[in-house]
Structures are given as structure tokens and as C-alpha cells.
């Protein structure tokens, strides 16, 4: 059996789980769950990473020790997965024995092999970073992360000679571009290897200054760097170098891009000067925003994911995660976006579908899958389609495409709702015709089995729900008894006579809650203060900078370009805005540039349009154009810019 180990990043106790957090979490226990879907045999890994300055500041704080307030910190993470519907199979600590006398064989390992010394250093010391910075790496003498200025330090340590394996690093990245998604970040590492910014590698800190930490093998006056410390949680707990070390290893990292660099350049630089194989790949993806910003407590903006999920749902919040942020790019959250996609996706469409279907056969089949005939055109086409549907979905989901996968998933879900509709089923009741009947109820509830079998990796709550209201049996808390393999390739029909649920209503719709009402006092001056400064309104056909600010334009590069096949006059785009994957855009350009013309042209355009369906494709954003004597030109940047450059 093939093996699949996913790891989280570990994540520091210093503060409480956010929604970053979260959104890892649950996207690593999606393709766990996947993994687990398509018989492979799998591990997911989480943890977190208790060694460093910080958390002694953030101990001292709260007048603990640090162990007193690691266990508390770890304790909330461990209580808060089970909420999101997280089942790791493993969870790591770097306090854990076992951590700890792994660390110091790996560390006597590349000591022994010559990679490590001991020598003075001075260097500009990030106490948010727990690290040192060069000065090409500080931006005008500040700290790139934190935007604080460091501290100068000159002390003894030792160090790691990290320098020693980039060029072989640099190799190793071009010779495997999967190794790194999406390919954005892949370049950066590049440049980062490139900018001749990177040394040889602190690795410890004098006890003198710092004791709270993994000591030294080789000497006891120091303690491990928290780095080199915490990314070995990846084999400590597979038991390395035994345990299930060969089982599962190597295996696949999920980390949000602000780690970036300790995963892409320190992690397998690593490994090789310890002669171990390196991970198979590194996925990265982008923050989560509020408004645009950052998440921040000082600026009052962070999404509570417990709370979410008690006023929504865990799988409602689960399924807009995946959904709403194309891995490797940055998102935006707001309760507004997120009523919205429950209640288009997943009320209106698949609740809708359950719902209206499982009534229909309790109304005329007494909740039991029906006789079917031979199936016509109409119905051999949605066949095809679920096929076709299934195949993207695994392949998009594997690929970490979540969100496309789930698109490609929800074609088949609002096709099978427009198949209710034209074969009627109620008008074939009337007439009697009891076998074609059968046969139009026979292939929605295959499908809807399908569509329940694909979302267990997103919703695993709701697939149980779905499938047990078709009748499939599913054991609580497994990965469903069902091939999704031969799910894809045939169209096997439910057993006459299976029992179905009589009705659904998994997800009725939401509202938005109502503000918080003011005190009338503070009513009345708000409202005095608004009319002070309203601006003045806007002429007609005149829009607010507001409104000008909410379009979201990049610069983008065609990759490829073909004729709509149902529409003479539309071009067909996948153009790369540096999202890590193509966006599907259509285009009235046909008339006036030949698609093999526009491969390799950069182009402008809007991106945050609703997605729209043009004679059955969709287009996600509008290539900007101008007209002059009738001809349309597309506007372009005057000279080459990055992928995904922003137009301001």
C-alpha cells in the first residue's frame, strides 16, 4: 500500500490559535482525508513549537514558568481541532522526550560529519524572529517581518555550514519544480539563493542569555536554535531514526509563505548534511486578510475560527476556507463573503439538490431507490459528466487546487439541479410513466452519491449525513467504504429498493447578524459626525474613490489561447496571474487577434468580477481593452512586469 504523510507546520505557543491556524490545519486534514479516501496509507502530523525567547517573555508576562505556560498554550490547541472537524493522527511537542533526543543525535550526526563549528559573530538579532539578520537582509535597518529595528549582538556560537549545500539546494530546485508550489514561491527561493544574502547558520544560544531550550549534545553551555530545534518535529515523531521513520518518511509540508524560508532553505540543507532523504514537497500558501490588512490584535481584526464554526458550522466554515482562497495567493475574510457562499453553494445548490430530490422519491418511489430503465442521451450526458467532474476534482484536489477542485465538483451539483428541471419528474408521475421516472430519479441519486463521496475531505460531517441519506452505509469517524476510484469510472446505480431518507435540510440558509445596537447618545453623535464629513455626493456618472479602490487589477501572461467552441466571437484565456494556477477568463477578442497571437502577451484585467458562465465555460475576471475604428486593443504594460503585478 502507498504511504502519504502531511505535516502543519508546529505552531508557536506565544499566543492563541487564529485563523491562520485554522486554515492550515484544515487544509492539511482535507488532503489527509483525501489520501485516506483513495486507500492510501496515511499520517497527518501537527504539533507545536515551545523553545525560544518569546515564549520565556510571554511566560514572564503571565508570571509562569515556561513549561507551566507551554502546557497550557498546547492544551488549546490540542482542545481546538476536534472543533474544526481536525482528526491528526499524531501530535508533536518539542518539550516531548523523544523530540528532545532526536534533536541532539541529528545535531551529533552533522556535527560529526565536519558541517558544524564553533566561531564569533556579530549580528543584527530580531527578537520577534528569534534570529539574526545580515544587512542585505534588513529593509532600510529594519527587520523584514517585523518592521522593528534588531539588536546588535556579538557573541560566540555555533553554526551550521549552510552555505556550504545552496548551490546543491539551487540544483535541486530547478532539477524538481514540483518541489516547491506554486511556482511563485519556487522563484523566490531562487532569488533568495541568488541575492548572495545567505550565510552559514546560527544554530545556538549561550545559556547565558537564553536556557530555555534543547541543549547541545556537544556542549552544555548552549542550546539549540529554535529553528533547527523545531523543524525536526518532522521525523522525531515518525520515532527517527526508527519508529515509522522508513514507513512514512518522506513526506509532504503545508506552511503559510512568512516560513518560506527556515522550509525552503534551511529544512533541506538539513537534511543533506545529514544524508537523509529530502521531503517530496513544500506547499505554500497566503494569508488571510481582513479588509485587506493583515490580521492583527492591535487593529481588532482577528477571525475567531471556534466562533465561526459554533454560529455556522464546522463544515460550513471548512468548505469556505478551501473554497474561497486559491492556495498560494492571499484572501480576504468577512462574514459578509461568508453567509454569502454558504448560502449560494451550499444552500441553494447542494442543499437544494438533497433536498428537492430526496422529497421527490418519498412523494413517488416510498424513500426507496427505484426500478430504472435504459438510460437516453440526456441521462448518458450527465453520466459523462460526473465523470469528467470527479477526474478534475482529484485531480485539482491533489494538486492543493482546492479551490478549482470544489468548482469543477459544483458544475456536476448545479447541472444535476437544471436535469431536475427538464426531465420533470413530477410532470412523469402525473402521466403515470413510472419506469422513465425511476430511471430520472435513479441517476440524480448516483450522482448525488458521487458529489457525497468527493466532499468528505472538505465536510466530513455533511458527506456522512449525505450518504447515510442515500442509504450507503458509513462507518463513524473512517474515510467512507467506498472506491472513488471506481466512483469516477462507472455509473453503478443504487440497489433497487435501498432505503432513503424521506427529506434534507443540512443547510438551510444563513443571515448576516445584526449589528450591535449604540447607546442613543452615541447614535446621535455618529450620525452628526457622518454628516459633518460626508463628501460631497458625486457628479452623475461619477464613481467614489471607494468604488475605483474595490476593483481588483494585475497584470497577467497568456499561456494559452483558443476559440470558444460554441461562440465564434470569444477567445478562450488561461492567463498566469502568479496565483499558481491559470485563470480561465473569456474574451470577445476573436474578430481581432488570432489566439495563437496572444499566447506569451501580457495582458491587464480585472480579477474580483463574479465568475460568470458564457455558452457553458466560465470567465473569472475581464481582460481590459480599448476600441479605436472598431477594433478592440488589448492594454498592456509598457514594459515586461511580474506575474500578478497590481495596477494602482
Not at 530580531?126 to 529594519?142: A, H, P, Q, W
Not at 539546494?169 to 522563484?187: A, Q, T, V
Not at 460631497?536 to 481588483?552: C, N, Q, R, S
Not at 484565456?573 to 489566439?595: N, W
Request: charged residues 25%; contains cysteine; glycine residues 8%.
Amino acid at each position: 500500500m502507498q504511504s502519504y504523510f502531511v505535516t502543519t507546520p508546529i505552531y508557536y505557543v506565544n499566543a492563541k490559535p487564529h485563523l491562520g491556524h485554522a486554515y492550515t490545519t484544515v487544509v492539511a486534514d482535507a488532503l489527509a482525508r483525501y489520501h485516506k479516501l483513495s486507500g492510501e496509507d496515511t499520517l497527518f502530523l501537527t504539533g507545536t513549537d515551545e523553545h525560544g525567547d518569546k515564549i520565556v517573555q510571554a511566560a514572564e508576562k503571565e508570571g509562569k514558568t515556561p513549561k507551566e505556560f507551554v502546557d497550557g498554550i498546547s492544551a488549546r490547541f490540542q482542545s481546538l481541532w476536534p472543533q474544526l472537524g481536525v482528526a491528526n493522527d499524531r501530535f508533536v511537542r518539542t518539550t516531548d522526550e523523544q523530540h528532545v533526543r532526536a534533536v541532539q543525535k541529528f545535531l551529533q550526526k552533522v556535527y560529526d560529519a565536519g558541517d558544524i563549528y564553533f566561531g564569533e559573530f556579530g549580528g543584527h538579532y530580531c527578537y520577534g524572529c528569534e534570529r539574526f539578520y545580515t544587512e542585505k537582509e534588513l529593509e532600510n535597518g529594519l527587520c523584514p517581518q517585523h518592521q522593528t529595528k534588531p539588536e546588535f549582538i556579538s557573541e560566540k556560537n555555533y553554526f551550521f555550514k549552510m552555505s556550504k549545500y545552496l548551490p546543491w539546494l539551487r540544483e535541486h530546485i530547478e532539477r524538481n519544480p514540483d518541489f516547491i508550489r506554486p511556482e511563485r514561491y519556487r522563484n523566490e527561493l531562487l532569488g533568495m539563493i541568488d541575492s548572495g544574502g545567505l550565510e552559514d547558520l546560527c544554530i545556538s544560544r549561550p545559556k547565558s542569555r537564553l536556557s530555555w531550550g534543547i541543549e547541545l549534545p556537544f556542549d552544555k553551555d548552549y542550546v539549540c536554535y529554535v529553528w533547527f530545534d523545531a523543524l525536526l518535529n518532522y521525523i522525531s515523531a515518525l520515532g527517527w531514526p526508527e519508529g515509522d521513520y522508513a514507513r512514512y518518511w518522506p513526506g509532504e509540508h503545508l506552511v503559510a509563505k512568512d516560513i518560506l524560508k527556515p522550509h525552503g532553505i534551511f529544512w533541506p540543507t538539513m537534511l543533506k548534511a545529514a544524508g537523509m532523504p529530502l521531503y517530496k514537497r513544500l506547499n505554500v500558501h497566503g494569508y488571510w486578510l481582513v479588509r485587506d490588512t493583515k490580521m492583527s490584535k492591535s487593529l481588532g481584526n482577528v477571525v475567531d475560527p471556534v466562533d465561526m464554526c459554533q454560529r455556522y458550522g464546522q463544515d460550513a466554515f471548512r468548505y469556505f476556507l478551501l473554497r474561497e482562497m486559491h492556495f498560494g495567493s492571499d484572501a480576504s475574510f468577512s462574514e459578509e463573503a461568508f453567509v454569502g457562499r454558504v448560502n449560494a453553494d451550499l444552500a441553494n445548490d447542494l442543499g437544494n439538490l438533497f433536498s428537492r430530490v430526496l422529497s421527490m422519491c418519498a412523494k413517488y418511489c416510498d424513500s426507496k431507490a427505484p426500478e430504472a430503465g435504459p438510460l437516453n442521451d440526456d441521462d448518458k450526458a450527465i453520466a459523462e459528466l460526473s465523470a469528467g467532474a470527479l477526474r478534475n476534482f482529484r485531480q485539482l484536489f491533489g494538486n492543493v487546487q482546492f479551490s478549482q477542485a470544489l468548482e469543477s465538483l459544483w458544475e456536476l451539483v448545479r447541472a444535476l439541479n437544471k436535469y431536475v428541471d427538464a426531465q420533470a419528474p413530477w410532470a412523469l408521475f402525473k402521466q403515470g410513466d413510472q419506469l422513465r421516472l425511476g430511471t430520472v430519479m435513479q441517476v440524480l441519486l448516483t450522482a448525488m452519491r458521487k458529489i457525497a463521496l468527493c466532499v468528505w475531505p472538505v465536510m466530513p460531517q455533511a458527506s456522512v449525513t449525505l450518504l447515510r441519506q442515500l442509504g450507503q452505509e458509513t462507518p463513524d469517524g473512517a474515510a467512507p467504504a467506498v472506491s472513488l476510484e471506481a466512483e469516477t469510472e462507472e455509473f453503478a446505480l443504487l440497489t433497487p429498493g435501498t432505503a432513503l431518507a424521506s427529506s434534507s435540510n443540512l443547510f438551510p440558509r444563513r443571515d448576516m447578524p445584526a449589528p450591535a445596537e449604540a447607546p442613543a447618545a452615541e447614535k446621535k453623535k455618529e450620525k452628526k459626525e457622518k454628516k459633518e464629513k460626508a463628501p460631497a455626493a458625486p457628479a452623475e456618472g461619477e464613481i467614489t474613490f471607494d468604488h475605483f479602490k474595490a476593483a481588483v487589477l494585475r497584470v497577467g501572461t497568456v499561456r494559452r489561447a483558443e476559440k470558444h467552441p460554441d461562440a465564434d466571437r470569444i477567445l478562450r484565456l488561461e492567463i498566469d496571474f502568479g496565483e499558481g494556477q491559470l485563470r480561465q477568463i473569456l474574451s470577445g477578442l476573436a474578430e481581432h487577434y488570432a489566439p495563437e497571437d496572444l499566447v506569451g502577451k501580457q495582458v491587464c484585467a480585472v480579477l474580483n468580477l463574479a465568475p460568470r458562465k458564457i455558452r457553458g465555460l466560465m470567465s473569472c475576471g475581464m481582460v481590459l481593452t480599448a476600441e479605436k475604428d472598431g477594433k478592440l486593443c488589448l492594454l498592456q504594460p509598457a514594459d515586461v512586469m511580474p506575474d500578478g503585478s497590481v495596477i494602482a
